[in-house]
Structure formats: structure tokens, C-alpha cells
């Protein structure tokens, strides 16, 4: 077993730290509290390889696999996950492409994405149905060579600012339940789409957030991505890799904390000591450590798995679910441990208290996770 860090994987991950110290922290703030999405940051980070760095060379990607991916994913949340988020899912929706698309599909939609000119989303969730993925109502119906698609899509992120959406639909409602979906590309120009930015998320405020109407858009059949009826199970498969994402801004999160709780902790003093000297804030210190170093070994084992070809799904949910643990954990040790300064928005550390949260809600709710480890482990 080789635990060590290639000498790429080494220049990957600084170099995608040292991109987000550069980058991230004059907008920050600003990101946050306004809003605003960073598509110039996305595109000098796709510029540096880092937009789809799992994304094939072939189709302009870096290559780096998914574990590359995560590694990437960590950096740029250690210093900010929203505008990281930005980065890293400017390709999310498109992981169903490289999987299940055609050769016409990869060259068409990822290529463009790697290079920084376009941005993909993945609408599955609906107003109705999230958790529930085979609850999902959107319709499309056949129409000559055309799809039409009816339905609504909810908290879809890139969903105002993407070119293209990887659409979940039932097709095939003659089918049982989960043989009745397929997953479609959809332009986000399309005639009939509406996007509405939802306001006021409680974090990752600089990623772009909608609710989309479909309503009569009319594709072709060739924007089919893999087989009719198979889209239920394409988004269980899809949801394996993305997890390792989601779980890779976890370790970043979790270590942008500790980074700065260390630092605060050798400046503050109370009671004539820093505040780091006391066994009590050590021992949050001692706990974080623990929990990131734990979760990291997971994430970096789930990505490996992928990149070898054999992905473990009950892995990428453990590492998910333990990814949301860890970083509420961290984030709420890391405002405890600067106090009152924890408490207002003059330190960053109430940002990612804020932004940690969405790490047990997206990709999964934790329960969800809860529920597929358990149902595995009841399996054996
Ligand atoms: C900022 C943000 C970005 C997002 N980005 C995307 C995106 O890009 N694309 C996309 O498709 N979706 C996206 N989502 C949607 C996200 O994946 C869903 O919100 C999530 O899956 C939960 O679905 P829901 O909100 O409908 O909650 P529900 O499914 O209604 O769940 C509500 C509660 O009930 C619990 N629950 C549900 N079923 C069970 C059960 N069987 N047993 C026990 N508990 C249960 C849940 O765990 C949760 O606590 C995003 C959400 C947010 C907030």
C-alpha cells in the first residue's frame, strides 16, 4: 500500500491552493455577502487546468481523474468554497456525459467547459421530490425526432448562469418506477426553459443557485445521453462521483478551519497565555485534526477506487455523510474557538460555518447517506 503523494499530485494540489489564495480572498467577502457569481476567476482557473481536471485529455480536461479532481476541490475550499464550488462545478451534469454520451457528446459539451467558455448543470432535483429521485415528475415525449419536455427543476446549481443542462425525465412511464427515466441535454436557451435565481441561501452565497420551468421545450432525440430507461440508475452511478467531490470540499472546509483556528489560537490570550496553550482548545484542536485526517484518507481511497475503475458506492456515501460530520464539526469548533469574533462577519470562520452546512443537504441529504451504508451493510 503506497500512502505518498505523486510528484503531480503534489504540483496539483499547490498550485490549486496557491490559485485560490491568489484569487479568492480580495472578492470574498464581497461574493458573500452580494451574491455574485465569478465567472472570470472560473475562466483563468480553466485557463490553469483546473475546471473538469477529471475530465479525460481527449476532451480537454486535465486528466487528473477524480482523485486529482477531489485533491483540486480541497484546495480551492480551504480557502473558499463557494467560488471553489464555482470552479469545480462548472462541469456538474457533465460527469453523466463522460460516463453514458456518445463521442459527439464528450467533444460537443466538455470541451467547451474545460476551456472556461461554458458551464454545465445537472437538474434532477424537483420542488417536489429530492431525496425521493424516483419521485421525479418531468416529462418528455417523443415528437417526431424531437423530445418535448414538461416539468420543473428545483435548486439547481449553475442553473441562471449554465449553457446546457443534463435533465432528468420520464420517457418511459409504461416502465416500472425506476426503468421510466433517461437523462437529456437541454440548452439552457431552448425555447420554453425560464431560470429564477433563488435569493438568500444561508451559505455558499457565490455559487448561483435556480429553480427552471420547462415548458414545451422541444430537443432532438440525439440529445439522449446513454440508453431510454436507464437514467435512474446512470444518476446512482453519477451520484458515486460526485459524492467524492462534495466530500473533497468537506476536507477543504474542515482544513481552512483548523489552518486559521491554529493561528488565531498562538495570537489570542486570556488570562496572560494564548488561548492554543489551554488543554480544553487543544482538544478541539486535537479532535479536528483527527476527523480531517480521517476523512481525507477516505475521499482520496473513494477517488482512487473510481480512477481504477472499481467505484465503491457504500465508500463514496461513508466519505460523503462523514464529509458533512466533519466539516459542521469544524466550522462550529473554529467559531467556538474565536468566540465572540466567531460570531460577526469581520472573520471568516462564521462564513464557513455557514457554508459547511450545505455539505449534509446536497448530493445527498445525510439521512439519505444514513440510509444507503445502512442498506448495504444489511445486504451482507
Ligand atoms: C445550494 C443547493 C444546491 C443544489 N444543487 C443541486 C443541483 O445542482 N442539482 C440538483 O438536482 N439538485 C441540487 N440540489 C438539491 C439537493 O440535492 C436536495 O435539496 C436534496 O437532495 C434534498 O432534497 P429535498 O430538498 O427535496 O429534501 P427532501 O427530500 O424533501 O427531504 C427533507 C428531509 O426529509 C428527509 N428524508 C427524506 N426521505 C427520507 C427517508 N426515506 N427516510 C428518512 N428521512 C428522509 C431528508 O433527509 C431531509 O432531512 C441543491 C440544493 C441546494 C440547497
Not at 36 to 65: D, F, H, M, Q, S
Not at 187 to 208: C, E, N, W, Y
Not at 344 to 371: F, N, P, S
Amino acid at each position: 500500500m503506497d500512502f505518498e503523494l505523486t510528484e503531480e499530485q503534489r504540483m496539483l494540489k499547490d498550485m490549486a491552493y496557491k490559485f485560490a489564495q491568489a484569487e479568492f480572498p480580495d472578492v470574498s467577502h464581497e461574493c458573500d455577502e452580494h451574491e455574485k457569481y465569478t465567472p472570470e476567476i472560473r475562466k483563468k482557473a480553466a485557463e490553469n487546468g483546473l475546471v473538469g481536471a477529471w475530465v479525460p485529455e481527449e476532451y480537454g480536461g486535465a486528466g487528473v481523474g477524480i482523485l486529482g479532481n477531489a485533491m483540486v476541490t480541497e484546495e480551492l475550499s480551504r480557502v473558499d468554497a463557494g467560488i471553489g464550488l464555482n470552479i469545480v462545478a462548472a462541469t456538474f451534469g457533465s460527469e453523466a456525459i463522460n460516463d453514458y454520451g456518445t463521442e459527439e457528446q464528450k467533444k460537443e459539451y466538455l470541451t467547451p467547459v474545460c476551456r472556461g467558455e461554458q458551464v454545465s448543470a445537472g437538474a434532477f432535483t424537483e420542488p417536489n421530490a429530492g431525496t425521493d429521485v424516483a419521485g421525479y415528475q418531468t416529462r418528455a415525449v417523443k415528437d417526431g425526432s424531437d423530445y418535448v419536455i414538461n416539468g420543473n427543476k428545483m435548486f439547481i446549481t449553475n442553473g441562471t448562469v449554465c449553457d446546457f443542462m443534463v435533465v432528468q425525465a420520464i420517457t418511459n412511464p409504461e416502465n416500472k418506477k425506476h426503468a421510466s427515466f433517461s437523462m437529456i441535454v437541454v440548452p439552457a436557451d431552448a425555447k420554453g426553459v425560464t431560470r429564477t435565481k433563488i435569493h438568500g441561501k444561508l451559505g455558499i452565497r457565490a455559487s448561483d443557485t435556480a429553480e427552471i420551468a420547462l415548458e414545451d421545450v422541444r430537443v432532438p432525440q440525439e440529445n439522449l445521453v446513454g440508453k431510454e430507461g436507464r437514467g435512474f440508475y446512470q444518476l446512482m452511478h453519477f451520484f458515486d462521483t460526485t459524492r467524492v467531490m462534495v466530500a473533497g470540499q468537506a476536507v477543504g472546509i474542515s482544513q481552512g478551519c483548523l489552518d486559521t483556528v491554529i493561528k488565531y489560537a498562538k495570537e489570542r490570550t486570556a488570562f496572560g497565555a494564548p488561548i492554543g496553550s489551554f488543554q480544553l482548545t487543544q482538544a478541539k484542536l486535537t479532535e479536528m485534526a483527527v476527523r480531517i485526517e480521517a476523512l481525507r484518507n477516505m475521499v482520496y481511497k473513494a477517488g482512487w477506487l473510481i480512477d481504477e475503475g472499481r467505484p465503491d458506492y457504500h465508500l463514496a456515501a461513508m466519505a460523503k455523510y462523514y464529509g458533512g460530520q466533519t466539516a459542521v464539526y469544524c466550522a462550529n469548533a473554529a467559531v467556538e474557538i474565536h468566540g465572540g469574533y466567531g460570531y460577526i462577519d469581520e472573520y471568516d470562520v462564521q462564513k464557513w460555518y455557514r457554508d459547511a452546512k450545505i455539505l449534509e443537504l446536497y448530493e445527498g441529504t445525510k439521512e439519505a447517506e444514513i440510509m444507503t451504508i445502512g442498506r448495504v451493510l444489511m445486504s451482507r
